[in-house]
């Protein structure tokens, strides 16, 4: 059974930073890229970051270049992104989801798994 398990999240001001993780079971990790993600209120979800299965290519979206960074331990069957100077609009649940041998891609239907979500609120 595959389970993945966000931590991490909490309420902090503008500026702050805050190091989401999300611990991967019942899978081979290294054969699948991770992918973070969030869902805003009212909003849809949204792609965030992803990390290679392959090497550590990764992928951000526009806004979050710069501030977050996705990493990854396969030792420890871990994935993290540590945000950085956070925003109010970086508000949301974040999730985090696994793609089997995947390219990095930013759509949701890409991804396998699914964890239950961390929420994350920026205040102003």
């Known amino acids: 059974q595959v389970q993945l398990v966000e931590s991490g999240g909490g309420l902090v001001q503008a500026g702050a930073s805050l190091r989401l993780s999300c611990a991967a079971s019942?899978?081979?990790?290294?054969?699948?890229?991770m992918g973070w993600f969030r869902q805003a209120p009212g909003k849809e979800r949204e792609f965030v970051a992803a990390?290679?299965?392959?090497?550590?290519?990764?992928r951000y979206r526009n806004s979050v270049k710069g501030r977050f960074t996705i990493s990854r331990d396969n030792a420890k069957n871990t994935v993290y992104l540590q945000m950085n100077s956070l925003k109010p609009e970086d508000t949301a649940v974040y999730y985090c989801a696994a793609d089997n041998w995947g390219t990095g891609s930013p759509r949701e239907y890409e991804y396998d798994y699914w964890g239950q979500g961390t929420q994350v609120t920026v205040s102003s």
């Open positions: 019942g899978l081979t990790f290294s054969s699948y890229t």
């Open positions: 990390i290679m299965w392959s090497d550590t290519t990764t």
